[in-house]
């Protein structure tokens, strides 16, 4: 199969209709497949998939997690299950329209990731962000520059295409599931030699956005300094935390990872 597009989903009866349509139909004639990854949700999202989609849509998948998992551990365990040899992200809200998804897709010919970019002169902006949200946008990806050396415009929007020879490669190395699950992909990426291209893409602001620009903004940032102090001759002090005061929440989420990825595939 040529391409596995992957949609995590935590509560999204709201918005998740008008993508489900409009990628349903993109995918019609592609050689493609659709996997919605539902987790920890406790509204319709599983139902309505279910009962007006999956009878509409021959290429649409639903995999369902009970627990909440965040992101990353939706779209892990959303690769294990494709079969494609791209592996496109998307997210739920229908930000990025299938269209600009498919064009990252059709770029990707070698072993590699291709992502779009909200911010490059080219973008197709609709309906801009808050002005919050972009501000926390620009301080966030001059952090991440600064801490990985990533030189790329916006490592967290929505829209990626990854090589499935890439995936293989960097996702045992992977350890986060949350908040700096893109940056970290990224950063993996790059240190495996494979290369990065960034591109202008088509994308929406969506109403509905249940993120705290407050809240997660601390939890990104303590999130993405572990993850560099892992990768860094300061490790150790990670590793201190995690057998003594962090033990517990460590040891939780990493199972929590490798049952999502990991004891899947060995299934």
């Not at 790329?152 to 929007?157: R, S, Y």
Request: charged share 25%; glycine share 6%; proline share 4%.
């Amino acid at each position: 199969m040529e391409l596995s597009i992957l949609i995590p989903a935590y509560n999204e009866a709201e918005r998740i209709r008008s993508t489900l349509e409009s990628y349903g139909k993109a995918v019609e004639k592609r050689d493609a497949e659709i996997l919605v990854i539902v987790n920890g949700s406790n509204d319709r999202t599983e139902n309505l998939i279910r009962e007006e989609f999956l009878p509409r849509y021959s290429k649409l998948r639903l995999v369902v997690i009970p627990e909440k998992v965040g992101k990353g551990g939706a779209l892990m365990r959303g690769i294990s299950e494709s079969s494609g040899d791209k592996i496109a992200f998307t997210d739920a809200d229908g930000s990025t329209p299938p269209d600009a998804l498919l064009v990252l897709a059709d770029l990707l010919d070698s072993p590699g990731i291709v992502l779009g970019s909200r911010w490059m002169p080219d973008s197709k902006i609709g309906r801009k962000q808050p002005l919050s949200r972009r501000v926390m946008s620009r301080i966030f990806n001059a952090y991440v520059r600064r801490l990985f050396g990533l030189k790329v415009t916006d490592t967290q929007c929505g829209a990626k295409v990854v090589s499935r020879e890439v995936l293989t490669a960097i996702i045992p190395s992977v350890g986060t599931t949350q908040w700096a699950f893109d940056v970290e992909v990224l950063f993996q990426i790059r240190r495996a030699g494979y290369p990065i291209r960034e591109v202008p893409t088509e994308w929406n602001d969506v109403s509905g956005s249940k993120v705290k620009i407050f809240r997660s903004s601390i939890e990104m940032t303590f999130a993405l300094l572990r993850l560099r102090m892992i990768n860094s001759p300061f490790h150790s002090l990670v590793t201190l935390w995690d057998r003594s005061l962090g033990r517990k929440l460590y040891d939780r989420r990493l199972a929590r990872m490798q049952s999502i990825y990991s004891d899947r595939k060995s299934t």
